[in-house]
């Protein structure tokens, strides 16, 4: 299973290109459908296409890395799989935090 297109990962940043930016673009959005954690990607390590840094909302919210192989073998509590939001529309990680607390 991939998340996310081929395409789609070749267009994010590499890692640590956006680290001197105030407030990065988070380009996509993963989320599982039957629990409440989510995942931004701001950037991926084009060498591998596994390790991404973003912002992820679960228990804490917070910024950090995680793996696509990881994230693909996760299941949430009604054995769903993770989900790319294919609705989302890339936004800075600002407007990000504020749908989260309003």
Known sequence: ???IPKESLK???TLYATEKQIDPI???KLFTPDSNWTWYIIEISQSDNDT???YVQGLESELGY???KELESIRGQFNLAIE???TFKP???SQVKKLSNG
Request: hydrophobic residues 50%; aromatic residues 10%.
């Open 1 to 3: 299973m991939q998340l």
């Open 11 to 13: 267009a994010l940043p």
């Open 26 to 28: 988070c380009h996509i």
């Open 52 to 54: 991404c840094y973003g």
């Open 66 to 68: 995680f793996s696509l």
């Open 84 to 86: 790319l939001d294919i």
């Open 91 to 93: 936004i800075p990680l």
